[in-house]
């Protein structure tokens, strides 16, 4: 194997979608809780730190879920599964980049961030993949407060401390995780059935899931709104959310007449990355603008 080829390899463990898509929601907790006031430095530590962390993970996941991996269609390419990397130096490659995260961390923000980035992964490669996933259905609830706390983490590494907004935050990006994965196990259906992971349409089937994807869109459109409401976002924020959460409920919903559940369930996936990357930008953008004013008290 040539030396690009192995890089290749090496960058494919850490899973880089997931770690693009994890630094955006960094940013918006960050920038919610700065006010316009940026450490540039304490940023980007923040950013560097938890994106290593996260990667240390997905490295980790990579050897955990090797055999299963090998009996689904979108994973079976991976390194491990090919062989083109030992889990030895799949072991090895994960513990470095945990260490040099966790580490960046502790150097530049707060014991508390360390702590909240060290829960995620605990969740993640722990309670999530070593045990929860080939077990039951709730793995995927389990499996979002790790999801969530990124920008959690990012806002606590600015504030020292977990307040009302930190635990909207966490509210927020839990609910959003849940319809995300429904919807991404109902187009992967008969990969999920062939390595016998228990996610809730396997289990329970589409239609059950359908209902579920519906209660957590409407949970999450009402909980993202109350960050304007309380005052850690303004109303360009609120405007945003109230419509990207209508259309991504309205989705849902079609849910209940369509002919074809699979393309529905990539119409829900593919608008749940525009919603939550949407409201991460505006949280950073109106956040570094305005001040914190509750939008019921600008109202009134």
């Not at 923040?46 to 994106?51: P, Y």
């Not at 959003?176 to 809730?200: C, G, T």
Request: charge should be positive; proline fraction near 4%; glycine fraction near 12%.
């Amino acid at each position: 194997m040539d030396a690009a080829s192995r890089r290749r390899d090496f960058l494919a463990l850490t899973k880089p979608g997931i770690i693009g898509g994890n630094a955006i929601s960094v940013l918006g907790g960050f920038f919610l809780a700065a006010r316009g006031e940026i450490d540039p430095w304490l940023l980007l530590a923040t950013l560097v730190g938890l994106s290593l962390v996260i990667a240390s993970g997905c490295a980790y996941n990579n050897v955990i879920d090797r055999d299963i991996d090998a009996m689904m269609t979108r994973t079976r390419g991976r390194p491990l599964v090919q062989g083109r990397l030992s889990v030895a130096t799949t072991l090895r490659f994960a513990t470095l980049l945990g260490v040099a995260g966790f580490g960046l961390l502790a150097a530049f923000t707060n014991p508390l961030t360390v702590g909240l980035a060290a829960f995620g992964f605990a969740i993640y490669v722990g309670a999530y993949s070593l045990w929860l996933k080939r077990r039951s259905e709730y793995g995927t609830l389990v499996g979002s407060l790790s999801g969530a706390m990124p920008p959690v983490v990012g806002y606590c590494a600015v504030t020292g401390r977990f307040d009302v907004g930190a635990l909207t935050l966490l509210v927020i990006f839990c609910l959003w995780q849940m319809p995300h994965s429904y919807a991404i196990a109902i187009f992967r259906l008969q990969d999920y059935r062939a390595a016998r992971i228990p996610v809730l349409p396997v289990v329970r089937g589409i239609r059950t899931a359908k209902h579920y994807i519906l209660g957590y869109v409407l949970a999450f459109v009402l909980a993202s709104l109350t960050l304007s409401l309380a005052g850690y976002a303004g109303p360009g924020y609120f405007a945003v959310a109230l419509g990207m959460g209508a259309y991504w409920l309205y989705l849902a919903m079609q849910g209940y007449w369509t002919s074809n559940a699979e393309r529905w369930a990539r119409r829900v996936f593919g608008f749940s990355i525009l919603t939550i990357t949407a409201l991460s930008l505006m949280m950073s953008v109106e956040a570094s603008l305005l001040p914190g004013v509750p939008l019921l008290a600008a109202l009134g």
